[in-house]
Structure formats: C-alpha cells, structure tokens
C-alpha cells in the first residue's frame, strides 16, 4: 500500500488533475480564440500593402465585434 501513495504519484496525479483542467478550458474558449485568429487575418491583410483603407478598418471592426460577441455568449448565452 505504501508503494501507492509516494510523492512521483501525487505529483503525476496532480499533473493529471491540472491537464484535465486545462483541457476542459480549452473546450470552453474555443470560439473566441478562432475570432482573434480571424481579426489576426484580417489585420494581416489589411497591412499588406502598408496601411489600413477604410473598408479594410470596417472588416477589421466587425471581426472584434465577432469577438466581443463570442464572449458574451460564452457568460450569458443570448445569441
């Protein structure tokens, strides 16, 4: 019995523990990390030629509305 409770076993449980965590976190944060990719592209690409045009700003503005909108739906679900 003393072979099972050693410190190499608590600390690996407790890496288990703190993957799992991680894990069910990363399940939960998904949407919003794919819009900040998104607005990351755009961005990319409305620099490309050295500065922003104002359609360019405008799509850049509605993908961080798209990421404003992922989080208030990951805190109160309206959409």
């Known amino acids: 019995m ?3 409770f050693s410190w190499s076993n608590m600390f690996y449980l407790f890496g288990l523990m703190l993957a799992a965590g991680l894990t069910m976190v990363a ?3 998904t949407n919003i990390i794919k819009e900040l990719k998104d607005v990351a592209r755009k961005l990319e690409e409305g620099y490309a030629d050295g500065e922003l045009s104002k359609s ?3 799509a850049v503005m509605k993908e961080v509305l ?3 909108k992922s989080v208030i739906n990951l ?3 309206v959409f």
Do not use: H, R
Request: aromatic share 20%; hydrophobic share 25%.
């Open 2 to 4: 003393s072979d099972w």
């Open 27 to 29: 399940t939960k944060y």
């Open 56 to 58: 360019e700003k405008e």
């Open 66 to 68: 798209d990421v404003v």
């Open 75 to 77: 805190k109160w679900k």
